[in-house]
């Protein structure tokens, strides 16, 4: 069974340039979930999605980032325009539904801002 | 507010002894709590959790952790330690929202073993 797949792997970009991230999670599983990591932290939730509705994007910084998940299976996560302090690794993870208690991470996308 | 504490930014044990990797919790209701552990350049693999039952969980790669709810603590345990088990460990508690699964994780203790 193949995990969850991100990409890309890395990014570099300069500051005020766009930048997307996709996320494909396992199949069959519902709840997706886009979390941040900073050096030397645990990840932190970003936003979460049941099917196509993201249920939980109060962590989401709505005035530069953005994400959808059209038809409930791969996601994508948008900034726009990137900032030095976004330099981090975005990760994504699902799980079976909301209910169920393990979420399986992809390897996360780092992005370096210049 | 729902937090999880992990004392230890790093842990050195030597190969073949045992090794604990602390952390602590707090949180309202009962605590589901997990603990993950992340290679570099890897994402987070689920290693054990613990629901309801026995305080001793078992799981992946002869890892176990101890549920101690009066000393709110869920330490990762293992008892003959290996190079390859080198890496970042995070715990996390579930923070009940609505019946929603909001993961809130430690900042991660790295485990170094040494030959």
């Known amino acids: 069974e193949a995990g969850v797949v991100q990409s890309p792997r890395y990014k570099i970009i300069e500051k005020k340039q766009p930048v997307a991230f996709w996320c494909n999670p396992i199949?069959?599983?519902?709840?997706l979930y886009w979390y941040l990591q900073n050096l030397g932290q645990g990840p932190e939730l970003l936003i979460r999605?049941?099917?196509?509705?993201?249920?939980?994007d109060s962590q989401l910084p709505k005035d530069r980032f953005s994400a959808e998940r059209l038809k409930g299976v791969d996601s994508t996560l948008k900034i726009q325009p990137a900032e030095l302090g976004d330099s981090a690794v975005y990760l994504c993870?699902?799980?079976?539904?909301?209910?169920?208690?393990?979420?399986?991470f992809g390897p996360g996308t780092r992005l370096t801002v210049l | 507010a729902q937090s999880v504490a992990q004392p230890e930014d790093q842990v050195n044990v030597a190969e073949g002894n045992p090794l604990t990797v602390k952390c602590t919790y707090s949180?309202?209701?009962?605590?589901?709590l997990f603990w993950y552990v992340q290679y570099p350049n890897r994402g987070l693999q689920f290693l054990l959790k613990?629901?309801?039952?026995?305080?001793l969980v078992k799981g992946s790669y002869g890892f176990e952790a101890e549920f101690n709810k009066s000393q709110t603590s869920f330490h990762l345990k293992k008892p003959s330690a290996l190079v390859s088990d080198s890496a970042l460990y995070f715990c996390?508690?579930?923070?009940?929202?609505?019946?929603?699964?909001?993961?809130?994780f430690g900042a991660g203790t790295r485990l170094a073993v040494h030959p």
């Open positions: 613990y629901i309801t039952g026995d305080n």
């Open positions: 949180v309202s209701g009962n605590p589901y």
């Open positions: 996390a508690v579930r923070a009940p929202s609505g019946g929603y699964n909001k993961l809130i």
């Open positions: 993870a699902s799980s079976l539904s909301r209910q169920n208690n393990e979420q399986f």
């Open positions: 999605y049941e099917n196509e509705e993201a249920v939980d």
């Open positions: 199949s069959g599983h519902n709840t």
